[in-house]
């Protein structure tokens, strides 16, 4: 068994922070230019590169208005940038398994095998082709369906882009929108909200799911990772769209525009886009205080590894909860599936979510004393950008548009470290390469609350 | 090698579920007597019990206002409450290691040895003895300092009560007052600060930690739970202090009234009374924003265990920021003072994160739609009761006095989670003892965040 990391120029971990952080540097360049605007100003650094971070890191939040800010040019590096960032990602985010498999031992092998079904996916670039390709199919099926509603709006040209830009962004879980307002002003076309919603629940389920259910009818079984990341979705989903329709009183704030029927699918959407979609059919100022927390608890949560949606991920809280059930009914093993998680599996998933929250917590902290919230909000105001911004998801309560300087630069940070990972930041940031010592300390307990 | 639980008649989750309940059931009817309140009414069942429960969990959340609603003989029940309370919660969670003690092998004993210093204290009578007696002496000495102050001003009679009342509650981070409005009307007194700000502390340490440094001059040696102990509240106390002097602006809000040294007392007690004592000499309604964020994250964090205090324990945060900075380092083990943590106390303190982290936002959720907020305020107004109830802290922005009869249910439930332990409590809840299966699945991964 060799060392990792030995056998590669460059780690991994360095890899994705430098070449996403280049990414951004070069979108951010390109937005500066005159042309990229519809004004023809140059747009002032910290601006273009909040948005060439925002659009690499599939996130959505924006300081300018994307549709009434930016060219057709800047909107097509916008475009690029998404889709860069949305299939890098979800590619780049397996890559460890894939290497890790040729250098391990034959029972990792096989666990792994198992555990994500990778059977013929042997090397880098047969997992490259297959996640383009089936992403771009969905994306171009996606934006066709969306040009059947756009084509009589727009025109052939227009309804086109208009398609194509919609599309990838549910698909990437992007958030950007060319309507100037998210879909507020699409509230009324329950045909676009699902179509997106469609997108953006494929998005975040991300390629080792959609291959495990292409392979279903021939294989008759599910990965542990998909019957995971299935239930998980289901429960959020069903669960979310029960939650908010009792807090959002099936959106009655709507109710001078839009029939009940109609209500309901945006209520839908609610439950929706907190999976850290972005696009939002209603202004989170209209949302009860109740709703405005479950958003937050949503957001957090995110979609699935291996796919285009942030947060901590549906397979963690799955295993969380399995795991908190058994401890709390005394059982040694957290088991799902006639199989039982690992020791090191459970710690990570902890301490993932404990960075998480030490890193919103200290980020709220400071964009609390930097920022300014408006007389009817509270705490929520900044934690609800907070966790947008570290989940990718891209909602707003209205903060963004008047970050300080200080706030711009938290909120970038937030993005780039939820999306590249706190621990690959962190691994290139700390340089983290030392060898482990020769001996360990003898091991003790404290005593915890 | 015996099966726990085995030699017992009654496991000692049991013992300490039950036990309490029946506590606070007893301290609840005695509440109730019309002869407990000064206009001898008697007091509706629900704010008797939530009384009872208050003072028995050491929180300090009160519906109704100990100083005007309780009678001498009310607030006697409410005092021995306290101090059954406080002592019994600090004894109970060492019972564990002292009875694992006799059951164990040699290595683990020893470990217990080394963590806790553990030599003569092999009995659960000694250990009573010992917490009892030392703080019996410490509760004594804070009554005689008070004393000094309150006698001038409310002669011996009634100023010995307010001494012994204030001692106590302060000691055992009860939170109660006989004031009316906590320490609110004594900002102006640095002395009194200063010796309730003794006393909190002194009891949020535990006695693990008083018996530690007792010894120190002969031993010449501390526990690995002391220095943990001791480094966590030093960080927690000096850094919430700075910060508290940034956000507060060293409460220039109270310039009026008090002078610049005074109100560094003030500011200091801030940082103190979070740690989860409850009494306060500023209203939350005046702090900012940014302080009441810190507040919470104070108040979620706690004491140390083995102390009056409640929250996740600093030993708990203390132990996962070394584990942090050790993962993001990319090191096996976490070390600290030659020694390192064993996984399975890495596991259970995340665990214990994770779980506080859940039943504070369902509790949350809940609460935001049962309760009204005020105009001014926002999701902080939920969250800090919340979380306030569950570290058993007892302060307050103004939501308990007007719960609704759910949210005081929820309250009582987390304030006896939060006090009993949520471990403890499902053990009892769950009657979780069925054995072991003699089989365990095979263990696999998933793809985490
Ligand atoms: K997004
Ligand atoms: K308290």
Redesign the interface.
């Known amino acids: 068994m060799q060392i990792p990391g030995k056998q590669h120029r460059m780690p991994l971990p360095k890899i994705l922070t430098l070449g996403f952080l280049a990414l951004i540097l070069l979108g951010g360049l390109l937005l500066m230019l005159p042309l990229a605007t519809q004004e023809h100003h140059s747009t002032p650094f910290i601006d273009a590169i909040f948005t060439a971070t925002s659009a690499t890191c599939i996130t959505g939040l924006t300081t300018v208005n994307t549709a009434a800010h930016w060219s057709l040019f800047g909107q097509s590096v916008i475009l690029i940038m998404i889709e860069i960032g949305g299939l890098g990602f979800m590619t780049f985010?397996?890559l460890p398994?894939i290497l890790l498999k040729r250098r391990v031992d034959l029972t990792t092998r096989l666990?792994?095998k198992?555990?994500?079904n990778f059977e013929k996916l042997a090397d880098v670039n047969s997992v490259m082709k297959y996640v383009i390709g089936l992403s771009l199919a969905i994306q171009t099926l996606g934006a066709a369906l969306l040009f059947i509603d756009f084509y009589p709006r727009y025109g052939l040209a227009r309804g086109l882009f208009m398609s194509v830009f919609h599309a990838v962004s549910a698909f990437c879980n992007a958030g950007f929108d060319l309507f100037g307002n998210s879909l507020e002003s699409q509230a009324n076309d329950p045909y676009l909200i699902l179509v997106i919603s469609a997108l953006v629940i494929a998005g975040g389920l991300g390629f080792?799911v959609w291959r495990d259910l292409l392979l279903f009818k021939r294989r008759r079984r599910l990965s542990?990772?998909t019957k995971?990341a299935l239930s998980t979705t289901g429960v959020l989903l069903v669960g979310g769209f029960i939650l908010f329709l009792?807090?959002e009183d099936n959106l009655a704030v709507m109710a001078a525009q839009v029939s009940p029927g109609k209500r309901l699918v945006n209520t839908f959407f609610l439950a929706v886009t907190p999976r850290t979609a972005g696009i939002t059919t209603i202004p989170y100022s209209q949302i009860?205080?109740?709703g405005?927390?479950?958003t937050i608890?949503l957001m957090f949560i995110?979609g699935t590894?291996?796919s285009t949606a942030g947060?901590?991920?549906t397979?963690?809280l799955?295993?969380?909860t399995l795991?908190?059930w058994a401890?709390?009914?005394?059982?040694?093993?957290v088991?799902f599936g006639?199989?039982?998680?690992?020791?090191?599996?459970?710690?990570?998933?902890?301490?993932?979510?404990?960075?998480?929250?030490?890193l919103v917590?200290v980020a709220?902290?400071i964009l609390?004393?930097t920022e300014t919230?408006p007389?009817?909000?509270?705490?929520?105001?900044?934690?609800f950008e907070v966790i947008s911004a570290f989940s990718t998801a891209g909602m707003t309560m209205g903060l963004t548009p008047h970050l300080t300087i200080i706030g711009k630069l938290i909120i970038m940070l937030l993005m780039f470290l939820g999306r590249v990972?706190?621990?690959t930041v962190?691994?290139t940031v700390?340089n983290?390469?030392?060898p482990?010592k020769g001996y360990?300390?003898?091991?003790?307990?404290?005593?915890?609350?």
Chains 1, 2 share one sequence.
Do not use: W
């Open positions: 985010s397996v398994f666990l792994i198992e555990s994500l080792l542990l990772h995971l009792l807090t009860s205080i109740a405005i927390l479950l608890v995110g590894p291996g947060g901590i991920k397979t963690t799955g295993l969380l795991q908190s401890v709390l009914r005394g059982n040694r093993d088991e006639h199989r039982r998680f690992s020791d090191q599996n459970i710690l990570r998933a902890l301490m993932l979510v404990f960075l998480c929250l030490v917590i709220g902290l609390t004393i919230i007389e009817r909000y509270g705490l929520e105001y900044i934690i990972g706190v621990y962190m691994f700390l983290a390469s030392h482990q360990r300390y003898p091991a003790e307990n404290v005593m915890l609350g």
